[in-house]
């Protein structure tokens, strides 16, 4: 059974971080494009950072970085100087490899359960 989950979600202030991370089971994600997405209250499921299956790293702001271990079969989502408006539930996605990889929730197959980020003082 293919499963995802996700951890390291919680309460942060305003200017701290928090690294997620999405372990896999029942599939190796060495062969599969994966992203990290979040809904907020309200809004629609937006792509925050989508990777294919062979890089390795991606980062954008230098806020958020997407990394993926596949020796831990894990993703890893690293953010940084978080604001109140990252405020999400936040979900990690695999899809088998594709030729252009995309961050549209639509095309993913595979999701974990997500995990709460609430950014307050």
């Known amino acids: 059974q293919l499963q995802l989950v996700e951890s390291g979600g919680g309460l942060v202030q305003p200017g701290g971080s928090l690294r997620l991370s999405c372990a896999a089971s029942?599939?190796?994600?060495?062969?599969?494009?994966i992203g990290w997405f979040r809904e907020a209250p309200g809004k629609e499921r937006e792509g925050i950072l989508c990777?294919?299956?062979?890089r390795r790293a991606l980062s954008v702001k230098g806020r958020f970085t997407i990394s993926r271990d596949n020796a831990k079969n894990t993703v890893y989502l690293q953010m940084n100087s978080l604001k109140p408006e990252d405020t999400a539930i936040y979900y990690c996605?695999?899809?088998?490899?594709?030729?252009?990889?995309?961050?549209?929730?639509?095309?993913?197959?595979?999701w974990g359960q997500g995990t709460q980020v609430t950014v307050s003082s």
């Open positions: 996605a695999a899809i088998p490899r594709t030729v252009q990889t995309t961050c549209d929730p639509r095309a993913y197959n595979y």
């Open positions: 029942g599939f190796t994600l060495d062969y599969y494009d």
């Open positions: 990777i294919n299956s062979i």
